[in-house]
């Protein structure tokens, strides 16, 4: 919460830019190459070589875990196949296949600055209920932003994304949240938002129930029921009037 309510400066808000303008230039390389037959790995490998080109690093490369006798997370890259809703671990095992999505999370790091995004693709030809899933999810994260605005309270946003999702059938996951900003009802206000704030918001929407399991690395999270789950995020700054992307 202290990371939400500070308020950064001009400077500090053109190096997050930045940042962000990197992880989406990584994502773009990721979408580009994503195609049936090619490996999480190397993807994984992609948007490191483009972070690095552009003189940032990957952020999840390495992050510590927090638990005892749990590896740090080995990827530069969360790729969550299908029924995995974050923090797959990209492997040269796992080929994405026609009919797949993938959700890509991603994160840049520059001058002290994160750039932080998701976003879920389709692999070949997929169904219509994958596609409107994706949709969905992707129309969620914008319901939200539209509460993203100076006067207003952070778990206002958490409510737009979450009515909107559940009144269309979806299950809004409960037991993750994108940075402290919850993806459904809490009942409470939140901190008030300010310009010069900055927010990675980030819906999680399965098609089935909103329950997720933990899988024995302690990382990769997968729905409890198989159903396909989707992923979108952008970092956004408040301004004194609409919201501004980052990323």
Known sequence: VIELVSIKNKKEIEKMREACRIANLAQKAVEAAIRPGISTLELDKIAEDTMRKNGAIPAEKGYPSGVKGVMDFPGSICASVNDVVIHGIPSKREILKDGDIISVDLVA??????????????????????????????????????????????????????????????????????????????????????????????????????????????????????????????????TEGEPRILS
């Open 109 to 238: 790091y520059k001058d002290g600055f994160n750039g932080d995004c998701a976003r879920t693709y389709y692999v070949g030809n997929v169904s219509k209920e994958a596609k409107r899933l994706v949709e969905i999810t992707k129309q969620a994260f914008f319901e939200g932003i539209k509460f993203a605005k100076a006067g207003n309270h952070l778990f206002d946003i958490s409510g737009a994304i979450g009515r909107y999702a559940e009144e269309r059938g979806y299950g809004v996951v409960r037991d993750l949240c994108g940075h402290e900003i919850p993806n459904y009802e809490v009942g409470r206000k939140g901190v008030r938002l300010r310009p010069g704030m900055t927010l990675a918001i980030e819906p999680m929407i399965n098609i089935g129930t909103h329950e997720v399991d933990w899988l024995d690395d302690d990382w990769t999270v997968v729905t409890r029921d198989g159903s396909l789950s989707a992923h979108y995020e952008n970092t956004i700054l408040i």
